[in-house]
């Protein structure tokens, strides 16, 4: 009986008074006091006032129930569903939405419906994988940007597969601490592509010394990942950069140069398919063909295995020496030894001018360094 008046005293009422009755309709079924069948009378009335016509009922019913973790879950979901106004309070608010709801209001809705989703006070580790797949790039930044959202390393990595080239989404996963190092290589190269799409350091430069400049600066940025890596989290990195091809030559004599030894044998394993203690074994006491042919049979040309097992040996003295020896030796003195020998092959040119580089950019390096050092020592 007063489920039926109810109805029909709303087929009649402004509007105005349908959303009040609406919000004392909504307070009296959270408020607890309720006998069963008041309650589920209650629940009828509200679930009737889903399809009324006017938005502001709908939105009296949503901002109502919106914190209420006592909220008839049928309902916000329904609300949740509705148009934006209406739902804006109960995605944002509501415990009684549960993740899996969540999943599928944000592949059903809208962009400002996702972006909802990823503002919310929590955001579990399924939602935001789904979002990843989904969402675009406004959104991911909104997600990026909520401390209560959880992540992990493979939705981090599917963000910055589909959305890396954003400048904005690219910054925020940059900033993160869990980012994993191949993560982090895939962003650096994203940036060095950004770079060689710009048409205005295209036009200052030139296509070609652009090509090796975002080249070496990739590489640059990437073998500063590597310092502070070890174990299984160097292994993935490998096992990233040689399937995007990456672990080329010039790479690899950067990393040697740079004293990513460890980077450096792992790579040897990967690629040769020795086992670890072997690889290490050679590079640390084999003789100068055995270290050779362990090069050449992780794919490195005859023309250019020599400069690496100079390089390499040339480490062998700087980790025995009983006085400390600058690391930036190595490339110096692989450039003084072979700049200067008229048979060199072309492949073992081009890899000495990278090594000259290098050792350019190392000078210049120590003399910032030097220049700081004056400047503070001054103030």
């Not at 690219?170 to 994993?180: E, F, P, W």
């Not at 690889?279 to 050449?296: D, K, N, P, Q």
């Amino acid at each position: 009986m007063i489920v039926a008046a109810f109805l029909r005293w709303v087929e009649t009422a402004k509007a105005q008074d349908r959303a009040r009755a609406a919000t004392a309709l909504a307070k009296a079924y959270v408020g607890g006091r309720m006998r069963p069948e008041e309650r589920q009378a209650a629940q009828v009335g509200m679930t009737y006032l889903l399809d009324d016509a006017s938005p502001q009922v709908r939105l009296a019913l949503a901002e109502a129930l919106a914190s209420e973790p006592s909220a008839p879950r049928a309902i916000m979901v329904s609300l949740a569903e509705d148009q934006a106004e209406i739902a804006c309070p109960v995605i944002l608010f509501s415990p009684v939405l549960t993740d899996h709801d969540l999943v599928d209001i944000a592949g059903r809705g809208t962009t400002e419906t996702r972006a909802l989703i990823a503002s919310r006070q929590r955001v579990g580790a399924a939602v935001a994988a789904a979002l990843a797949e989904i969402g675009d790039a406004a959104e991911i930044e909104v997600l990026l940007e909520n401390p209560g959202a959880a992540f992990t390393g493979f939705t981090l990595r599917r963000i910055a597969e589909r959305h890396g080239r954003d400048e904005a989404v690219r910054s925020h996963l940059l900033d993160r601490d869990d980012l994993s190092a191949e993560v982090r290589q895939m962003l650096v190269q994203y940036v060095a592509e950004a770079l060689v799409g710009s048409d205005l350091v295209l036009g200052t430069i030139g296509s070609r010394r652009l090509d090796r400049i975002s080249r070496e600066a990739s590489d640059t940025a990437t073998i500063s990942l590597l310092a502070d890596l070890h174990g299984d989290e160097l292994s993935r990195l490998v096992s990233h950069l040689c399937q995007a091809n990456r672990l080329t030559p010039a790479f690899l004599m950067h990393a040697l140069c740079a004293g990513r030894t460890d980077f450096f044998s792992a790579a040897l394993c990967f690629i040769s398919g020795m086992e670890e203690r072997r690889v290490r074994s050679i590079l640390a006491t084999g003789r100068f063909h055995a270290v050779r042919a362990l090069l050449e049979s992780a794919g490195l040309s005859r023309e250019v295995s020599p400069l690496f097992v100079d390089a390499i040996m040339q480490w062998r003295d700087v980790f025995h020496a009983s006085a400390v020896l600058e690391l930036d030796n190595i490339a110096h003195r692989l450039v003084a030894r072979y700049r200067s020998v008229p048979d060199l092959t072309e492949g073992a040119r081009t890899l000495l001018d990278l090594v000259e580089r290098l050792a350019i950019a190392e000078e210049r390096r120590l003399a910032r360094d030097y220049a700081s050092g004056l400047a503070l020592a001054a103030a």
